[in-house]
């Protein structure tokens, strides 16, 4: 299959897409990761004309001929070319699927500094993930000139959201904190994945805005997503951080995972 040069993903980042996690014949969230394409699709006006079980077809086909135990698939859906300009004619859609070998790390650990810039709130597209990705593509490559891994991404108010490429927990006093999801935040699926093993494990979680102050003083801070599922923070900005209860999580939330 060609995809027109005039296709509106590459002319105006006019499409959505999911970043999926694969190990063996299994694919992470597939559920999960297939309604939010869904739901996204159905908010930008996208045709969402391919089945479920052909595009997991397709996923499993490509995971028999990688080598690697490890892969990322990505799904990318575009508006059809529909001539010049932001208008466009119909919802006509193209789906490409992609995968990658990976190395899959148990027990990652990042380094954090904070975003050069505040991030306007704008309303829910910051709860889809589209292909408009130049803001992050930039604050993410400027921490990491200096050293880092990612940028924590605050709003106007200067109340913490996410990353560039992953939410946010902090574990303080025992109850585990994470930022809401209203607007601004994306409603990851490693997120939801580990509210729901936190809870089975009887931990308390609380979704609430958070501040730099207590990100400074929390205990301990981790950030999750698709691809590298629980990353442990060790440093933001100078400050060394804990690590010893959210090390012990990985494991087990990974085994829980790929239960």
Not at 7 to 23: A, K, N, P, S, V
Not at 117 to 141: I, T
Request: glycine share 6%; net charge neutral; hydrophobic share 40%.
């Amino acid at each position: 299959m060609l995809i027109s040069a005039r296709d509106r993903g590459y002319l105006l980042g006019d499409g959505i897409f999911e970043t999926i996690l694969c190990y063996h014949n299994k694919v992470i969230a597939w559920d999960s990761h297939w309604h939010r394409l869904q739901k996204s699709a159905l908010w930008y006006d996208l045709d969402m004309v391919y089945a479920k079980e052909e595009v997991l077809s397709v996923i499993m086909e490509l995971m028999s001929k990688t080598p690697q135990a490890w892969a990322v698939v990505r799904l990318t859906l575009t508006r059809a070319n529909s001539g010049r300009g932001l208008n466009y004619e119909n919802s006509k859609s193209n789906l490409l699927i992609t995968l990658e070998g990976h190395e899959f790390k148990d027990r990652s650990v990042v380094k954090l500094t904070w975003a050069a810039e505040a991030r306007s709130a704008g309303g829910k597209e910051w709860s889809h993930k589209a292909l408009q990705m130049a803001p992050m593509v930039r604050w993410r490559n400027i921490v990491r000139q200096k050293g880092f891994d990612d940028a924590i991404v605050y709003d106007l108010e200067g109340r913490v959201l996410e990353t560039t490429a992953a939410n946010i927990f902090i574990l303080k006093d025992d109850v585990l904190c994470t930022p809401p999801l209203q607007g601004s935040v994306l409603p990851g699926t490693t997120r939801a994945e580990f509210i729901s093993f936190a809870q089975s494990e009887g931990i308390k979680v609380v979704e609430k805005f958070l501040t730099r102050e207590e990100l400074d003083d929390s205990c301990e801070v981790f950030v999750c997503n698709a691809v590298n599922l629980i990353s442990v923070v060790e440093l933001i900005d100078e400050q060394s951080l804990q690590k010893k209860r959210i090390s012990n999580w990985q494991k087990e939330f990974n085994k829980w995972l790929f239960a």
